[in-house]
């Protein structure tokens, strides 16, 4: 059992999703919150030592991957995940207290948050000139410290009771079914299996040639090892030199996920291990009870085989 978490950073400011997202972990919740403005500060203040764990966006289901989250575990720090969290977003126009949609000339927002707002924006407010800000939170607060009644931010509910804002339009999304992915990462501990676990890694190849992908894939299929992901990214060493992020069903833990990974590591350049952790999802406990029943089961079994030995 990993002690708990003392400090928490998180992408700030406060009332961001990622901070809603923290919350709704109970234990972490009660731990010491620290936003930061950007990904990249969350990540150096744990690898520093400075915090026991981060929390951040790592995959949104309209705009795919959170590019600082996943560059900076592959490339700039060494972090695990300890685990994931899943939630719905549901984005709102927002606006000074007595501002109309007429008189917006300006929405901030995320890039992301924008991206996912495009219909209703081209339909409601399509002379507005789009801006970005470091979060949705930032561009409330910025929204409300400033005299600007001509502007508007797109941000959580929470971000408008903070920040003194009123909601415009509420669920302004495109996509109503959208949801984040978040990540709480930690420099050492990994959490021990839990029935129902995902494991991540980086895989780097030797060389860009014909059956590359295919040779590191049929590791997977040959064990029937279930990939939630899979993902090319760019190593920033040259133009069409990738490496692959992948996702995978199981934990460290388990043997065959094990033999899987030294394969790996023995064919390939390098294979950069970014944790392996409890899944989320609405099945997730059920899954793990099943797990924890089958295991228990199967121990017995054994262990009245063994009984009759000699």
């Known amino acids: 059992m990993n002690p708990p ?27 010491e919150l620290r936003p930061f403005p950007t990904i990249t500060a969350v990540l150096e203040e744990v690898a520093s030592g400075r915090a026991d764990l981060g929390f951040v966006p790592v995959e949104n289901g309209i705009e795919g991957t959170v590019s600082a989250t996943i560059d900076g575990l592959i490339f700039d720090v060494d972090l695990y995940i300890q685990r994931e969290v899943v939630m719905d977003i549901h984005l709102h126009l927002m606006a000074k207290v007595g501002t109309t949609l007429g008189d917006i000339a300006r929405v901030s927002s995320y890039p992301h948050a924008l991206a996912q707002c495009q219909k209703f924006l081209a339909q409601q407010v399509p002379g507005a000139e789009q801006v970005a800000a470091n979060s949705t939170a930032d561009a409330a607060r910025l929204l409300g410290e400033s005299d600007a009644r ?89 133009l069409g030199d990738y490496c692959f992020v992948i996702d995978l069903s199981g934990h460290l833990a388990d043997e065959v996920v094990a033999d899987c990974l030294r394969d790996l590591h023995a064919s390939l350049a390098g294979v950069k291990f970014l944790g392996s952790y409890p899944a989320a999802g609405a099945q997730g406990d059920h899954k793990r009870r099943q797990a924890d029943a089958a295991w228990q089961a199967a121990n017995e079994w054994l262990s009245g085989l063994r009984s009759s030995i000699g």
């Open 5 to 31: 978490a003392t400090t928490v950073a998180y992408l700030g400011p406060p009332a961001t999703f990622t901070q809603e997202a923290l919350l709704t972990q109970e234990d972490l919740a009660l731990a």
């Open 150 to 238: 001509d502007g508007a931010a797109i941000a959580p509910r929470l971000a408008a009771e903070r920040y003194g804002l009123a909601i415009l339009v509420e669920d302004v999304e495109d996509h109503p079914e959208n949801q984040t992915r978040f990540v709480a990462v930690a420099r050492e501990r990994v959490p021990e299996a839990s029935g129902h676990d995902k494991t991540s890694i980086v895989c780097f190849q030797r060389a860009d040639h014909p059956g590359s992908l295919h040779g590191i894939l049929g590791q997977f299929a040959a064990r029937n090892i279930n990939l939630t992901k899979l993902e090319s990214r760019p190593t920033k060493q040259g």
